[in-house]
């Protein structure tokens, strides 16, 4: 009667999602089961090899656990009752052996893919030089700059479709964030005083998330960030738009932004200072002193 | 001045007097504590709470409150369940739901630090007080005293935590407290004060409780029982107290450097002074890892004492099982690094942590195979322990491909932080530890009180629970491929919350399933008289725990058993030793040596509470008095000469005797 019920649970749950899944059908899905890109698509992939080497082992359990429950039971009275039964080396060498077998296949994926899709690598089979991006996680904002155009923007990312970006990632006055656009590829820690590198190559138009997924204080749920995937041409049309912001990334606007704020609309500048990342990164690789370099800022809530 | 040195930092304003919500909790709490103080006066039972709780050093007693703390606990660990489903559930686009930000963030922290620090450690720790010694055949822990101390600090840091909830704050960072957003400059609060100092009380009360069952289990064990004649569960408290030992250190050492940054001006995490944050990460987590193997490999162990009872069958496999503990021990320790594949480490370093990670599965799954044919030719007994134990079967085989799934570093840079990783940890701590303790409490209910649960409550508090499981965490793992995150309060894109409805309707299952266990056990107590366990074997057991009376008597053992086997209960009986031979007057009793009770442990717990409190809001006085305090009545303690007595020999007779009456009168009817 209870196997009965514990079947029954397991048959409700999975129709519940199975519901939810055909409600949310596939154009809407938004992560790894809809990827955009060469990384997210190959990791969506392996996602599924992994499952399935893991459920010639899994699907077994279940079904015995199953059977075995209900076959056995005290009031079926069967003959076959070995109370003392409780070794077999055939058995136990089985499924000793079996798994070693499953997890020696998966640890050669695993090696192969982990160094093939090394954020810090360029992606494979995309050789041509990179188009450099810098990712400035501010508190609960992203600045994302174009240092070989002098533009930057807040919370709002386009890119050129099969180009291959080499994202250069660092923090300013937030605590460790993590960079992620999920139907693009692998997310990355952000950290004060490092430079984190990410490559990452989009192939299909369209406008997808972007996000952090470290809680990193209050404004945390909102840092998300638009990305916008172009064609070449509408990439170098926005370009030269940009260049015409009357917005400039001065010293003093670069500070305004340090101030914590939460779900900032997309900002575009033009001008930016030279070699502001790496300044952002050597402020605190090469603070003196024991206060926070940012301290004196009046921080304002 | 002197309200500086006396207060610290602490003025009336750190109470939030405008918080409806906090507030009502406080009244509600108070209101609690003033009802059970009411009746204890009523009843005058201020002495008995004193003498027999409070000071007993007995570990069946220590278990016992154990048990309470975790239940205590876990009803407000459940209750920040309530909150943040019901906030996720509503809280889509426009809407920003009914808890800020500040709020939604303590309250998620501070459901992982109660879950499994005080909700997870106490239930192991109360089942371990309540059948490890008796399953290896002696009187008491090795350290009475300390095990008393250990409950003590373990109530203490837990009420630190409590008191959080209504003075001050509690910590906004989640439950590992990551710097730099734990150090000052981010946090200049008391949140992650209260987060260190109710830790490092509670880590101080497992550390010695870990030592305590290894001196236990090395030196306590019935003459007879050599390694491989220990029941599983030994095993596996063993393997898992070893970890205890190796991994709190760890913690205490890396919140103290925390402690120290945030208190003494110091960097050892600050990431602009010359401190790394990598350090604090890899460090928490060089004890987190191992953590939830402590947790699981005591579950490990209950799972292999219930299928091997109910299903009325040796355990299958017991060497292998023995070594599979074994290995996954040791491999706890050289697989923390998956926790951050993100970090940015180089692709060898991942693969390295990432494949250890797998090669885990492989004993893991080993134990499970020898479970499952622990059944195949048995006869089982479709009891409420072994309900959770199939339970556990689908539930942790998915939650551990889930797991393995996620040793691969570039599937895990797709799922790290998402909510497909709290649907995983969620499916192993709940489907694996969780399933495993109610087991185990419901196993082992009867050797503490005297009595069984309520057998259909029980059932249906299962069914509940399990549905209930899982609506609440498979639509997470949708959402969490789908690029949704852990920790959010607020979310733009409504295409989420359906699942989030769903969710938060799984989690209402759950509550369902918990006040039907609490209904239980109220059931239970009512009708005690009618599942009086009175032959001291209710399910037919295998190990020595079952050949006492229930609940067992101070001393445990009349006579200390001797064993040449493994399970030697199954097999006394089925040799049929001792039955039909006992005869009143040729039963020969000795004078039983045991411990006296002390209040030495509470009153230096009550002193560590104090001042870590004290170190919480930086009051000198408090904290020179607490400290002082532990070490006059740890000295004052050891001049105490008088600390043992002897139960005469004719008591134990007359216990025994009683015991054997009630059961003679069962056989005959």
């Given at each position: 009667?209870i196997?009965?019920m514990?079947?029954?649970s397991?048959t409700?749950?999975?129709?519940c999602l199975a519901?939810l ?18 990384v ?5 992939k392996?996602?599924?090899n992994?499952?399935a ?7 077994p359990?279940?079904i015995?656990?199953?059977?075995f429950v209900y076959?056995?039971?005290a009031s ?5 009752y ?7 080396f ?11 077998v ?9 090696w ?9 690598n360029?992606v494979?089979?995309?050789?041509q030089?990179?188009m ?8 609960w ?10 533009i ?16 250069w990632i ?8 993590a960079?992620f ?18 490559h990452?190559?989009?192939t ?11 809680f ?11 990305v ?5 041409e509408?990439m ?12 400039h990334?001065?010293?003093q606007?670069?500070n ?6 939460i ?12 070699n502001?990342?790496e ?5 605190y690789?090469?603070?003196t ?11 304002k809530? | ?26 009244v509600?709490m108070v209101l609690?504590v003033?009802a ?13 709470i ?5 000071s007993?050093?007995d ?7 154990y048990l ?10 459940i209750?920040?369940?309530?909150l943040m ?8 686009g ?21 879950m499994?620090?005080?909700v997870?450690?106490?239930l192991?720790f ?11 055949g002696a ?7 300390l ?6 600090l373990t109530?203490?840091?837990a ?10 704050d509690?910590?906004?960072?989640g439950?590992l ?6 150090e000052?400059y981010?946090?200049?609060g008391?949140g992650?004060?209260?987060y ?5 009380v509670a880590g101080?009360g ?7 069952f290894i ?8 003459p007879?029982m050599?390694w491989?004649?220990?029941p599983?569960?030994?095993w596996?408290?063993l393997?898992?107290m070893?970890l ?14 925390l402690?120290?940054d ?5 960097h050892?995490f600050?990431d602009?002074?010359?401190g790394?944050v990598m350090l ?11 953590e939830v193997y ?11 004492e219930?299928?091997a009872t109910f299903?009325?069958k040796?355990?299958?496999?017991y060497?292998?099982m023995v ?8 491999l706890?320790?050289v697989?923390w ?10 692709a060898?370093?991942n693969?390295f942590?990432?494949i ?10 080993v ?5 499952l ?13 072994m309900?959770?134990v199939?339970?556990f079967?689908t539930t942790f085989?998915?939650g ?8 691969v ?19 192993v ?5 969780l ?7 419901i196993?082992?209910?009867p ?11 029980g059932?249906?508090a299962?069914a509940?629970?399990?549905i ?5 965490f498979?639509?997470?793992?949708v959402i969490?491929?789908d ?14 919350q359906?699942?989030?409805i769903?969710?938060a309707l ?5 509550l369902i ?6 209904l ?12 009086r366990?009175h ?17 067992a ?5 009349a006579?200390?058993p001797s ?5 030697q ?6 040799l049929q030793?001792?039955e ?15 411990p006296?009770n ?8 009550i002193?560590?509470?104090?001042t870590?409190?004290a170190l ?11 400290l ?12 105490i ?17 009683a ?11």
């Open positions: 009667m196997a009965r514990r079947k029954n397991v409700i749950a999975a129709s519901i899944l055909l409600t949310g059908c596939s154009t809407h899905l938004l992560g790894l089961l809809n990827p955009k890109g060469i997210a698509f190959e990791e969506r392996l996602f599924f992994t499952l080497l893991m459920l010639i082992v899994v699907l359990v279940i015995m656990s199953f059977t076959h056995y039971q079926h009275r069967t003959k076959d070995k109370p003392n039964w409780s070794h077999s055939f058995l136990e060498s089985l499924w000793w052996g079996i798994p070693c499953i997890i020696v296949v998966l640890a050669l994926l695993t192969k893919k982990t160094h093939e899709y090394d954020p810090f360029k494979t089979g995309y050789n030089s990179s450099v991006i810098q990712v400035i996680a501010l508190p904002k992203w600045l994302f700059i174009y240092p070989e155009h002098h930057a923007t807040i919370n709002y990312l386009v890119i050129p479709i099969d180009q291959q970006i080499e994202y660092t923090t300013d006055n937030v605590p460790m964030s960079f656009i999920p139907q693009l590829g692998s997310q990355i820690y952000t950290m004060t005083g490092m430079r984190s590198r990410l990452l190559v989009a299909q138009i369209g406008v997808y998330d972007g996000m952090n997924t470290q990193n204080g209050n404004g945390f749920s909102d840092m998300h960030f638009a916008n995937v172009v064609t070449p509408k170098q049309q926005w370009l030269n738009e940009t260049k015409k912001s009357p917005l990334l001065t010293d606007a670069y305004e932004l340090l101030h914590p704020t779900n900032d609309k997309p900002k575009f500048f033009s001008g930016i200072p030279n502001l990342f300044n952002v990164v050597n402020t690789m090469n603070s002193g024991t206060a926070h370099p940012r301290s004196n800022l009046p921080r809530e | 001045m002197l309200a500086q040195l006396l207060f610290g930092k602490l003025t009336l304003d750190a109470i939030p007097f405008h918080s409806p919500i906090i507030m009502g909790a406080f509600f609690i003033i059970v103080l009411f009746f204890i006066t009523v009843y005058g039972k201020w002495a008995y004193w003498n027999e709780w409070v007993s050093v570990h069946k007693k220590i278990g016992i409150m309470i703390l975790s239940f205590v606990m876990f009803l407000r660990g209750s920040d369940v309530v489903r019901s906030q996720q559930a509503i809280a889509a426009e809407n920003l739901g009914y808890l800020p930000p500040e709020h939604y963030d303590q309250i998620f922290t501070a459901h992982g630090v109660i499994i620090f005080f997870a450690m106490p192991m109360a089942l371990l007080n309540i059948a490890l010694p008796l399953q290896i009187r008491d822990v090795a350290y009475p005293y095990n008393s101390l250990s409950f003590w109530f203490a840091g009420m630190l935590c409590n008191a959080s909830l209504v003075i001050g509690f910590a906004a960072t439950w407290s990551y710097p730099p957003l734990s000052l981010y946090s200049p008391v992650v004060d209260y260190i100092w109710s830790l490092q101080v497992t550390l010695l409780a870990g030592i305590n001196a236990t289990i090395f030196r306590m064990r019935a007879g050599s491989m004649k220990m599983v569960f030994v596996s408290a393997c898992a070893i205890v030992a190796l991994a709190f250190p760890v913690l205490t050492v890396t919140l103290a450097l402690a120290l945030r208190m003494m001006g110091m050892f600050t602009f002074a010359g790394n604090y990460i890899n460090l928490i987590w060089i004890w987190g890892h191992p402590i947790l699981i490999l005591p579950a490990f162990g209950i799972f292999s219930v299928v299903s009325q040796k355990l299958f496999g060497t292998t070594w599979a503990i074994a290995i996954i021990t040791f706890s320790f697989v690094l998956h926790h951050f594949f993100t970090m940015g480490a180089g060898d370093v693969s942590f990432g250890a990670t797998m090669v885990i599965a492989i004993p893991t799954g134990k499970v195979f020898n479970w044919f622990t059944m195949y030719k048995g006869r089982i007994i479709l009891a409420t322990p309900l959770w199939i339970a079967f085989a998915i551990g491909m889930t797991g393995v799934m996620m040793a570093p570039p599937v895990d840079f797709q799922v790290h932080n998402s909510l497909f990783l709290v649907a995983h940890f969620h499916n701590i709940i489907g694996g530890v399933f495993g303790y109610f087991a185990g409490f196993y082992w209910f050797k503490a009180f005297g009595f069984r649960l309520h057998e259909k409550s059932m249906w299962f509940f629970w399990v209930g499981f899982y609506v609440a498979m639509p997470l793992y969490g491929l690029g949704f995150m852990r920790r959010n309060s607020h979310y733009a894109n409504t295409l989420y359906p699942y989030l769903v969710a799984g989690a209402a299952l759950i399933g918990i006040i039907l266990q609490i239980q056990l109220f059931l239970s107590f009512k009708y005690r008289a009618f599942l366990d032959t001291g074997d209710p399910w037919n057991g295998r190990t020595l725990e079952w050949s006492i009376a229930s609940p008597p101070l001393y445990n053992f006579v200390i064993v040449n086997s493994l399970d209960l199954w097999v006394n009986k089925q030793i001792g039909g031979k006992i005869h009143p007057n040729r039963l020969h009793y000795e004078a039983i040596h045991m006296k002390t209040p030495a442990g509470c009153i230096i717990a002193f560590a509470g104090i870590g409190f919480v809001w930086h009051m000198l006085i408090p904290g020179i008095v607490g002082l305090g532990i070490i006059a009545t740890v000295i004052a303690k050891s001049f000469t008088d600390t043992d007595y002897y139960i005469d020999a004719e008591t134990v007779r007359r216990t025994e005797l015991h054997l009456k009630e059961l003679a009168q069962c056989t005959v009817k």
